[in-house]
C-alpha cells in the first residue's frame, strides 16, 4: 500500500489577499494524479469571507483557528489527518499533478522523515525559489541555491520550507509539531533540525514541483522579530553545550552590531532586534527546559550534521 497523504492547506485571509490564486491552489491540490490523499482546509481566523466560501465550493475537511496562530498554527490540522505523511502546504502555491510520486518512493525509506518539495516562482517557474537550505554556526538560513547547483536527484538537505514540507505524522506528533512560541519564521527549520537530532534525514524532492509565490521583506520589523528570536532559541535549544557556548556568544555580538549599525538606517528595525533579544532573555527558563529534552533524547552529534 502507497502512504496516504493528507495535504494541509494553511489559509489567513486567502480571498482578500491572493484573489483567484486561492482557487488555483485547492484545484491543483484536487487534480492531484495520485490515488491515496486528503485535503484539510485550514484557516488561521480568516475575516474576508474565505473560510465560509472554501468550505461551500470544494470537498474538502475544514478546520478553523480561532485566530491568526502564524505558520505555527498548522500544528492544528494534525488531529484531522488520517494519512500517515502530513503535507504542509501554502495557499499561495500550485502544485503539478504528480507532485506527490516521488515523494512517496522517498518515504519507502524509514529513515527519511520530512522532505521538501522542489518550490519555484509562481512568477517565473524556471526559477528556483528554494531547494531547501541549511544554516550558518550563527543559526542564520542560507538558501542551498546560493552555493550550490539544482540537485537532479533527491538529495538530502539540512532543512526544508514550509510552504510545501512533507512531515511523517508520527514524527510530527513525537517532535510535538512546531515550536508554538515561533508564531512564523524559522518554525521548519526547527522542525527539521529536532528531527535531524533524533537521527532522521531530510530530502530535496526535484520532482515534486509546487509553483510559489512566496511575499516578506525585512524592511518588515514584525518579520525581523521573530527571525531573531527563533534562530537564537534554536541555537539554544539544539546545539551541543561546546558549540552553544562557542558560537551564541558570537551570535550576540552580531546583533548588538547589527542594532548599531540599523540605529543610524533603520531605527525601528534596531528596536525589533532589540525585541528580539528581550524576548530571549525573558524566556530563558522555558528554553532551557525545551533544551533538556532534545538533548536528552538526541542521537546524532552536531560533528555529524
Known amino acids: 500500500m502507497r502512504p496516504k497523504f493528507s495535504v494541509i492547506v494553511a489559509n489567513w485571509n486567502g480571498k482578500q489577499k491572493l484573489g483567484d490564486l486561492l482557487d488555483r491552489c485547492l484545484e491543483s491540490v484536487l487534480k492531484t494524479k495520485y490515488d491515496?490523499?486528503?485535503?484539510?482546509?485550514l484557516d488561521n481566523g480568516s475575516t474576508d469571507g474565505s473560510y465560509e466560501y472554501v468550505c461551500s465550493k470544494y470537498p474538502v475537511k475544514a478546520v478553523r483557528n480561532p485566530r491568526n496562530l502564524g505558520g505555527v498554527g498548522k500544528n492544528r490540522g494534525l488531529e484531522a489527518c488520517d494519512g500517515e505523511i502530513v503535507v504542509l502546504?501554502?495557499?499561495?502555491?500550485?502544485v503539478d499533478a504528480d507532485w506527490l510520486e516521488e515523494p512517496a518512493r522517498l518515504f519507502e525509506k524509514p529513515e527519511i522523515g520530512i522532505v521538501q518539495a522542489n518550490l519555484r516562482l509562481l512568477a517565473e517557474p524556471s526559477v528556483a525559489d528554494s531547494t531547501g537550505h541549511c544554516i550558518s554556526v550563527l543559526g542564520l538560513p542560507i538558501e542551498n541555491s546560493f552555493f550550490r547547483e539544482e540537485p537532479s536527484q533527491p538529495t538530502p538537505i539540512f532543512a526544508g520550507k514550509g510552504a510545501a514540507l512533507f512531515v511523517r505524522k508520527d514524527l510530527f506528533e513525537r517532535l510535538g509539531g512546531f515550536d508554538e512560541d515561533y508564531f512564523f519564521y524559522f518554525e521548519e527549520t526547527d522542525l527539521c533540525w529536532r528531527a535531524r537530532l533524533l537521527g532522521y534525514e531530510v530530502y530535496f524532492s526535484p520532482r515534486s514541483v509546487v509553483l510559489h509565490k512566496g511575499s516578506g521583506t525585512f524592511k518588515n520589523g514584525k518579520l525581523l522579530?521573530?527571525?531573531?528570536?527563533?534562530?537564537?532559541?534554536s541555537m539554544i535549544k539544539c546545539y551541543e553545550?561546546?558549540?552553544?557556548v562557542l558560537y551564541l556568544p558570537l551570535r550576540l555580538l552580531f546583533e548588538l552590531a547589527s542594532i548599531l549599525f540599523l540605529l543610524f538606517r533603520n531605527p525601528s528595525l534596531a528596536l525589533s532586534d532589540v525585541r528580539a533579544l528581550?524576548?530571549?532573555?525573558?524566556n530563558v527558563r522555558g528554553l532551557m527546559r525545551k533544551r533538556r529534552e532534545i538533548q536528552k533524547?538526541?542521537?546524532?552529534?552536531?560533528?555529524?550534521?
Do not use: C, G, P
Open 36 to 41: 491515496n490523499f486528503e485535503v484539510i482546509f
Open 89 to 94: 502546504l501554502d495557499n499561495d502555491t500550485v
Open 225 to 233: 522579530f521573530h527571525r531573531q528570536k527563533n534562530t537564537i532559541a
Open 241 to 244: 553545550f561546546r558549540n552553544l
Open 278 to 282: 528581550v524576548w530571549v532573555l525573558r
Open 297 to 305: 533524547q538526541r542521537v546524532v552529534s552536531d560533528r555529524e550534521l
